[in-house]
C-alpha cells in the first residue's frame, strides 16, 4: 500500500499560525495585568510600611514630621533632613519608599533635568501631604481613615524635585505633582488611620471643594491657602 501523505494548504497554515498569534497575546496580556497586579500589591504593602513608621514617630513625639526641615530633637541639631529621615529610629528601610512601577527609581533613569538635585538613587516613590508638615498633631483628626498622608510621586517634570505637595491649596496646584495612573489606570494612596488602597485620583477629591477634597484636613485650616 501507498503511503498518503498529508499537505497543509496555505489557508490552513494561516489559520493556525493566527490562532498561536492570538494565543499568545492573551498569554501576555495575563502576564501584564499579573505583573501590574504583582506591583500593586507591593507597593500598598510600602505604604502600610510607611505608614507604621509614621505613626509610630507620632506616638513619641506626639507631632508629625516636617516634609523637610532641621531635626531639634538630636544634639547638635540634625542638618536638613526629608520626612523619611525622621522615621529611621522607626525602623523604615530605603525598599520600603520605592513602588516598583515607579520609572524614576529604577537605576539609570533619565529625568531630562539639567542640576536636578535628585536622582533614582535618592528619590522617593511616595510624595507626602504638605497639610501634616507644619508641626500638626494627629490627635484633631476626626476622620482619619478619610485622610490622605501619602499619594504616588509623578514621574516627570517638576514632580520629580518633590517630596511633598501643598494640599492646602486648590487641587489644580498641586495635582501634577501626583501619579494618578501608576496601577492599572489608579494608584495607591495612604489614609491617617493606617490603611493604604487603590483608588482613582478624582474620588479622592471629590468636588474638588475644601469639603470633598480627602487631602484637605479641615482640621487644620478653613479653606484653600490663596
Not at 12 to 25: F, G, N, P, R, T
Request: charged residues 25%; negative net charge; contains cysteine.
Amino acid at each position: 500500500m501507498r503511503k498518503r501523505t498529508i499537505h497543509f494548504t496555505l489557508v490552513e497554515l494561516l489559520v493556525v499560525i493566527a490562532i498561536i498569534a492570538i494565543l499568545a497575546s492573551l498569554l501576555l496580556t495575563a502576564l501584564n495585568v499579573a505583573r501590574s497586579q504583582a506591583s500593586k500589591i507591593n507597593c500598598i504593602n510600602n505604604q502600610k510600611q510607611c505608614l507604621l513608621a509614621l505613626n509610630s514617630y507620632v506616638d513619641d513625639w506626639h507631632y508629625f514630621p516636617p516634609v523637610h526641615g532641621v531635626n531639634p530633637y538630636t544634639s547638635p541639631a540634625a542638618a536638613t533632613q526629608e520626612w523619611w529621615e525622621y522615621l529611621e529610629d522607626e525602623k523604615i528601610k530605603r525598599q520600603h519608599l520605592l513602588c516598583p512601577a515607579d520609572p524614576a527609581v529604577r537605576e539609570g533613569f533619565d529625568d531630562g533635568i539639567t542640576g536636578d538635585e535628585y536622582d533614582w538613587f535618592t528619590r522617593e516613590s511616595y510624595i507626602f501631604n504638605g497639610m501634616f508638615a507644619f508641626g500638626k498633631k494627629r490627635d484633631p483628626l476626626q476622620n482619619p481613615s478619610d485622610t490622605v498622608v501619602f499619594c504616588e510621586r509623578g514621574d516627570y517634570g517638576d514632580a520629580l524635585n518633590h517630596q511633598g505637595y501643598p494640599s492646602f491649596k486648590a487641587v489644580n496646584v498641586w495635582e501634577l505633582r501626583v501619579r494618578k495612573t501608576r496601577h492599572m489606570n489608579l494608584s495607591n494612596y495612604s489614609f491617617a488611620d493606617g490603611h493604604a488602597t487603590t483608588l482613582d485620583f478624582e474620588w479622592t477629591v471629590g468636588d474638588r471643594t475644601e469639603a470633598g477634597n480627602k487631602h484637605f484636613v479641615k482640621e487644620y485650616l478653613n479653606s484653600y491657602v490663596p
